[in-house]
């Protein structure tokens, strides 16, 4: 018997059926690592640019910091400068005010010696040293002041004191005397000495009075004695 032959027919592979797997695989892999990159690349002057930001607003807060420093400089010598000026300008107000004083103290002796001459006076009086303080209750003031004889061996002096209080009272102006001010103590002064004789008492301002002046009359009883009638600005003590 003849032997068969098995004839077995070649597999035919088809070039590139695993590989078209690779190649696809590699693609994506390549893509991928492009976009892993690319976004690596981004963060980078993302980073970057954000750090230029950040380096930006320090030198800004670093300027600003130093206009605040100056301003501030700059307000620590403007405020010692307005309190020099402040304090020249007290300075000032208080020498023409103690030059002022000292005229009007002029004038009024030369008043005196004017008077004392026309009316044939022998003894001049005068007032002085006023001085007004505030009380532990509200409106009261404590004063205090001196009359003496400018003439030297001129005797005795008697007479009375009155006081009163000259500013502004519902919106007008009016002189009130001591005596009538309720709370004032005393009403008035009597006044005896040879050389001199010191006042005090207590004036009680009502609410509805603003004071501007206090006057001192002074209303002799003894013989060639003149009359006299002071006017003090109301000024209180520190």
């Known amino acids: 018997m003849g032997h068969r032959r098995h004839v077995v027919s070649p597999k035919i592979v088809v070039p590139g059926g695993g590989g078209v797997y690779v190649f696809v695989t590699l693609l994506v892999l390549i893509a991928i690592g492009a976009a892993f990159y690319g976004g690596m690349m981004l963060d980078d002057r993302e ?21 605040i420093d100056e301003l501030r400089q700059q307000n620590i010598i403007l405020g010692r400068t307005q309190q020099i000026d402040r304090e020249a300008n007290r300075n000032a107000r208080e020498q023409l005010k103690g030059a002022q004083n000292e005229r009007l103290a002029l004038e009024k002796e030369v008043s005196f010696l004017r008077r004392l001459i026309s009316e044939g006076g022998g003894g001049i009086l005068q007032v002085k040293g006023l001085e007004l303080a505030e009380t532990d209750e509200e409106g009261k003031f404590a004063y205090s002041f001196t009359v003496s004889q400018l003439i030297q061996d001129f005797g005795l002096s008697e007479g009375d004191v009155e006081i009163k209080i000259v500013g502004e009272q519902d919106g007008k102006e009016a002189t009130v005397p001591l005596a009538k001010l309720s ?11 040879k050389h001199f004789q010191n ?18 009359e002074v209303k002799p009883k003894t013989k060639k004695l003149i009359p006299i009638t002071e006017t003090f600005a109301w000024e209180t003590g520190d």
């Open 47 to 67: 980073q970057a640019a954000q750090e230029r930001r950040v380096a930006a607003f320090a030198q800004e807060r670093t300027a600003l910091a130093e206009q």
């Open 183 to 193: 709370g004032s103590e005393p009403k008035g002064h009597k006044m005896r000495f």
């Open 199 to 216: 006042f005090e008492g207590e004036i009680k301002v009502p609410s509805d009075l603003e004071p501007a002046s206090l006057i001192v």
